[in-house]
């Protein structure tokens, strides 16, 4: 069965450190796509950045990039230069290969940024 | 630039109405998604549609039904609402070229209280 697993409930990172959100996933499909998505307090869903299965470079997006390591199913988000506007709900994302573009998604990081 | 609107960001009303969440997207997206929201559960997948009136049952169906007569818009029905409809839904839209690549687009969301 495809799942998306996000084991940090919550983090906390200092303004202008990196944060590493952590993402594992579980599929037997060859082709998926990997998505990070952002929610602030307001309740809209921003999309942050995408990696395909077969992607040899990891993605990168201005300060966010994704740590993609295939053998070990696992697709962390790193977040450069943390600023407060970072402060958010994170939710990693997994579409599978041939289907409609439905996406499973994990049950999210609630990350704090300190001033 | 992409938008989804949902009509309604706060909405509350009583057990037993028959409640309508309407979503339009400006993109001419083949894809639309209604999710639920609920803490601690991430996004559960309720219905979608790949076409005008197609639809496809996703994770929780139960209780609800859509209806998409034009592309653009695709609204969720809860038949006799129930106190354990109370969440946040959130719309999204997507291309369905592309395979796994394509990202799906959020609307803002609607926060609906079941009294």
């Known amino acids: 069965a495809q799942k998306i697993t996000q084991t940090q409930p919550g983090m906390f990172v200092q303004e202008k450190e990196a944060v590493t959100l952590d993402c594992t996933y579980d599929t037997s499909d060859q082709s998926y796509g990997l998505f990070w998505y952002k929610q602030p307090s307001s309740g809209e869903m921003i999309f942050l950045i995408y990696?395909?299965?077969?992607?040899?470079q990891n993605a990168t997006e201005g300060r966010y990039s994704l740590n993609f390591q295939k053998a070990r199913k696992s697709a962390n988000l790193v977040i450069s230069a943390s600023q407060l506007g970072d402060s958010a709900m994170y939710f990693c994302a997994m579409k599978r290969g041939g289907s409609q573009g439905n996406l499973i998604f994990g049950k999210g990081t609630k990350l704090s940024v300190k001033p | 630039d992409v938008k989804v609107t949902q009509s309604s960001r706060y909405l509350v009303k009583r057990t037993g109405e028959k409640v309508f969440l309407e979503c339009v997207q400006d993109?001419?997206?083949?894809?639309m998604f209604w999710y639920r929201q609920d803490p601690g559960l991430g996004l559960r997948l309720i219905y979608f549609?790949?076409?005008?009136?197609?639809?496809e049952k996703g994770d929780i169906p139960e209780g609800y039904s859509v209806s998409r007569e034009k592309k653009e818009r695709f609204s969720l029905i809860l038949e006799s609402a129930s106190t354990n409809q109370t969440s946040m839904y959130l719309c999204?839209?997507?291309?369905?070229?592309?395979?796994?690549?394509?990202?799906?687009?959020f609307g803002d969301g609607t926060r609906l209280s079941i009294l």
């Open positions: 999204a839209s997507s291309l369905r070229i592309g395979g796994v690549n394509q990202p799906q687009h």
């Open positions: 990696q395909g299965s077969y992607d040899e």
């Open positions: 549609s790949y076409d005008v009136k197609m639809k």
């Open positions: 993109m001419d997206h083949e894809n």
